[in-house]
Structures are given as structure tokens and as C-alpha cells.
């Protein structure tokens, strides 16, 4: 079955550095990429959705400058959290859909904790 | 390998009835489990979860049973409603995986009229 992974699965920065976590699909090809926010209540916000070789398309309230989305293939696409704050301590999940299907394969999750 | 498992990609149920959906997973030191709802175009919603010291958690219309023998669990939705219509997918985590998901591929669910 489809398999997404997402690198590193917990990191610790300081305040004002920038991060960058992976989403990569296993064995299939993801036309389409997602990345979701977890929030308290465990329910899942989507950020942003980007389609392999074309800019990402961000929902509203979510910064493109912050939250930089590149999917320059079709196994992978970044998350880049540029000057982390500790306001953007969350859980950031990424799902994909391939050419074939739309069901969504979700990643198991990446844990930032800024300082 | 898929270590969660929803072998039903699509369910259709009659408004009113029971829609009962399934999730199979392989890893024995999962420990907690959590059902989310999906429209399109949104983020997965939370709607329910249970931990594996338990066997049965209830929250209105929806139930959520864990038989940790079979490594299965069931979200029962009754009666079920035209706003259940939704893909829903199961998901187990482990408490030495960072609070790490592992997601199933979701069951279509659709209510009939």
C-alpha cells in the first residue's frame, strides 16, 4: 500500500532559526501534496496544497513567506518554517494523492518545538 | 507495509441506520487511536478516540470499539445522518513514536436518503 514518510519525526529549534521538514511519498507518485497544522483539539488545518513543478496554493491566514512549500518533484515536497517563533510549536502533518487516485495517504507527523 | 489498515474504500448506508466502519492495524505497541472526518477541501477533523487500557468509548451518536486480540477497531455512527457523509480515516499512534500518526487510507462513507 502507499506509504508517505516525513523527516525528521521531532525537532527542537531556537526562536529564529528556520526549519525544514520533508514530505516523501514511497511508492507512488504524488501529484499533489498537502500540509496540515494540528491543533489542540487534535483536528487538523490544512495550509496549504501544492501540485508537483507549481507554486503551492496557501489558504487563507496562512503566510507563503513563513511557510515556504516546494514540491519540486513527484516523491517529495518541503516545509520550510522560516523564523520559527514558539508560537509556531505544532504538529505538522502531510498527506498526498497520486495521478490515479484521489485518496489521501497521510505522513505520520513532524513535532516542531521552538524555544 | 500499511501497519493501519481500511480495507473498505467505500461505505453506503441508509439515513437513519447504522454505518459501522472498520480499521485494521499490525503494530502491537500502538496504544491510542483516533477517528477523524474529512470533507473536501478541509483538514481532517477530530471525532473520536480511545486508548487501548480501554475497550469502548462513546461520545453521542458515535462509538468507537477496540478489541486489542484481533487488533481491530470499529467507529459505529447510528443513526447516521446526510452530514455524515464524509471520508474517515482511523489512525494509531504509539507512546514512544514522538506523538507520531499513522494514518489509514480512509473509508468513504455515504449517506442514502
Known amino acids: 500500500g502507499a506509504v508517505v514518510s516525513q523527516h525528521p519525526s521531532r525537532v527542537i529549534c531556537k526562536s529564529g532559526t528556520s526549519v525544514k521538514i520533508e514530505c516523501r511519498s514511497l511508492?507512488?507518485?504524488?501529484?499533489?501534496m498537502f500540509w496540515y497544522r494540528q491543533f489542540p483539539k487534535k483536528s487538523l488545518m490544512l495550509m496549504a496544497t501544492s501540485n508537483e513543478g507549481s507554486k503551492a496554493t496557501y489558504e487563507q491566514g496562512v503566510e507563503k513567506d513563513k511557510f515556504l512549500i516546494n514540491h519540486a518533484s513527484l516523491t517529495l515536497s518541503t516545509l520550510t518554517v522560516t523564523s520559527a517563533h514558539p508560537e509556531d510549536s505544532s504538529f505538522y502533518i502531510c498527506s498526498a494523492t497520486g495521478s490515479s487516485t484521489d485518496t489521501q495517504y497521510f505522513g505520520p507527523g513532524t513535532r516542531l518545538t521552538v524555544l | 507495509d500499511q501497519q493501519v489498515k481500511q480495507n473498505s474504500p467505500s461505505l453506503s448506508v441508509q439515513e437513519g441506520r447504522i454505518s459501522i466502519l472498520n480499521c485494521d492495524y499490525t503494530n502491537s505497541m500502538f496504544d491510542y487511536f483516533l477517528w477523524y472526518k474529512k470533507y473536501p477541501a478541509e483538514g481532517p477533523t477530530f471525532l473520536i478516540s480511545i486508548s487501548s487500557i480501554k475497550d469502548k468509548n462513546e461520545d453521542g451518536r458515535f462509538t468507537v470499539f477496540l478489541n486489542k486480540s484481533a487488533k481491530h477497531l470499529s467507529l459505529h455512527i447510528v443513526p447516521s445522518q446526510p452530514g455524515d457523509s464524509a471520508v474517515y480515516f482511523c489512525a494509531a499512534s504509539a507512546v514512544d513514536s514522538n506523538y507520531q500518526l499513522i494514518w489509514g487510507a480512509g473509508t468513504k462513507l455515504i449517506i442514502k436518503p
Open positions: 511508492d507512488f507518485q504524488a501529484t499533489t
